[in-house]
């Protein structure tokens, strides 16, 4: 529906996927009411490909993450991996095809056991799923630790000892410790300083090469994005307003939600001591805004975007957006 | 952006060279159990300019924050040969004095605006705690001060926000209240430490902006801590970049960030994925930051350094002045040769 590649083999198809979660009630006897986290998200994945999510707080990019995985369950919609319906596997079916899909989570502190050492944590996925014996266990713990450039002798020692950055590493090789075909990394990087951040990057871009894997990639951050993701898709309360190739989501973004949250970042060539602001907060996903959700902040809005909701159209080829009037005289496309 | 117009654009250091220095920090020494987290930092702030610290994790930029409100943690010892504000030494000023200063001479922002706010107290009343606390003024006159201070800051309906508890707020309204807070008592100096780290990039902007209108309507001086380079870059006038409790580099916002003289400054820069631009590989700093029981014996920066001679695992460098007041503690500017010492 949305890549129109020529010679397109998809390894993720998601279609549809959809998430409420239950807030509370209004009174004992009242309607619970109901939060669309994530609504009506489609796209795929390519194999070998990363796709970039990008979005600000709330927007619905971890949660679209975690449905990906089945990590939570989704109202509605479907997601294929593989050529397998990821939502109506049985538990069991389900555990052998985790196997082939890992995540890697922001905070290295929160996701690594503090009383097991970096060896057990790494080799953990093995003894979960029963692969190998106990000596091609430890041949594969000395072969992932110094992929991810760590020396045998971390091995030994507990979460605690490490940096950041090293916690990082440790988390890589415990989801590549299954030989994935496909990736989750949220916020995987942004816990980290720069400098470490880049050579986490780096890392994960050289993985990526050799074992031929597949990221879904979700991060706030455009810099992160723009470096690591072929193709970018931009969330806005639940929904993708515009999904695109990597260059031209970047030098001629149609979606006036990814013009701004472009011309948001600061730098000092962007002129020094201007910033450039869109009015507002991002609304409650609990009360979405009529119409087009992104209406009561865009600096070009007309009487028909608080009314009509507008449906993602290609614009270029492989380049979707949902905006009334991308392509018009109001918002020219290529917008450069 | 409607007050651009009246913005400096970098020349308050110039400016002001003549006048007293607003804040001056002379050889500060932080240290926690023998280990100094900032060890010698000397910097001047002239009134109305915008410093920006920036550094990496454990780099000691907070803690230099706090030594100058001297709000350390108690096992913190602190030492220097001169901290003066307004040429008031602080250092020897009592407990009693200080508790004048903070708040009404030097107001201060932190990173989380949940944590900083007290989630049982309305907005309203932190706010008239403030003002009651240094300014002699009835309830009444308080309350509407505090209105007066949220509308500044553009929060909607300030009447009825007083009254709400924080946790009715967003992350950003609540970022604006700490900046309400912090400068109703129009301080001479603003620390605001990582203000924007916790806000999403639309929100970052609107605050930068608005403190940089408040900035020019009240002419306070400003230290901004962060460690991301695109906001530091956009919004000081002069920075100073630390690295385990020094300062490498010393200079204009716009000399740093286009002719970086130190390489730790260069390597920052390069590890930075651009917006603007494709870039397929990342330049990296090799290794990782020594911990601070267990430095170099020469320049700090000398094992992840990529222009490091042998000189430079035993000498440690001075901050010179490599020209125009653009400082750096590298070697490399002086040719490898020890200022002083014979060519």
Known sequence: ?336 | MQASDVRNTGDAAENSAISEPLLEVEDLRVSFNGANVVDGLSFTLSAGEILGIVGESGSGKSMTALSVMRLLPQNGLLSAKRLKLNGEDLLSASDGRLEELRGASIGMIFQEPMTALNPVLTIGGQIMETVRRHMNVSRREARERGIEALRRVGIPSPEQRMDDYPHRLSGGMRQRVMIAMALICRPKLLIADEPTTALDVTVQAQILDLMLDLQAEYKMGIILISHDLGVVSAFTDRVLIMYVGQVLEDARADAVFTHPLHPYTEGLLASIPPVDRDQEHLQTIRGTVPPVFDLPPGCRFEPRCGYARPICATAVPDLIDCGGGHRAACIRNTGYQFPGVGQ
Do not use: W
């Open chain 1, 1 to 336: 529906m949305i890549s129109s590649h020529p010679q397109s083999d998809p390894i993720l198809v998601v279609d549809r996927l959809r998430k409420d979660f239950t807030a509370g009630k209004s009174g004992f006897f009242g309607e619970s009411h109901s939060i669309r986290a994530v609504d009506d998200v489609s796209f795929t994945i390519d194999r070998g490909e990363t796709l970039g999510l990008v979005g600000e707080s709330g927007c619905g990019k971890t949660t679209t993450g975690r449905l990906v995985l089945r990590l939570l369950g989704a109202t509605a919609g479907s997601v294929q991996f593989d050529g397998k319906d990821v939502l109506s596997l049985e538990a069991s079916e389900m555990r052998a095809m985790r196997r082939h899909m890992q995540i890697i989570f922001q905070d290295p502190f929160g996701a690594l056991n503090p009383r097991m050492t970096a060896g057990e944590l790494i080799v953990e996925p093995l003894v979960i799923h029963g692969v190998d014996d106990h000596v091609a266990r430890e041949r594969k713990l000395r072969r992932l630790l110094d992929r991810v450039g760590l020396a045998s002798f971390h091995a030994g020692r507990y979460p605690h000892e490490f940096s950041g950055g090293q916690r990082q590493r440790i988390c890589i090789a415990r989801a590549l410790a299954l030989e994935p075909a496909f990736i989750v990394c949220d916020e995987a990087v942004s816990a980290l300083d720069v400098s470490v951040q880049a050579q986490i990057l780096n890392l994960l871009q050289e993985l990526k090469r050799e074992l031929g894997l597949t990221y879904l990639f979700i991060s706030h951050d455009l810099g992160v994005v723009r470096h690591i993701s072929d193709r970018v898709a931009v969330m806005y309360l639940g929904q993708i307003v515009e999904l695109a190739p990597r260059g031209p989501l970047f030098q001629s973004p149609a979606h006036p939600y990814t013009q701004a949250l472009l011309r948001s970042v600061p730098s000092a060539a962007k002129g020094r001591k201007s910033f450039f602001t869109i009015m507002g907060d991002v609304p409650s996903a609990a009360n979405p805004p009529s119409g087009c959700r992104f209406h009561t902040r865009c600096p070009i809005a007309i009487a028909r975007c608080s009314t009509e909701p507008p449906t993602l159209r290609e614009l270029a080829p492989g380049h979707t957006v949902s905006c009334h009037l991308a392509g018009s005289p109001a918002n020219p496309f290529p917008s450069v």
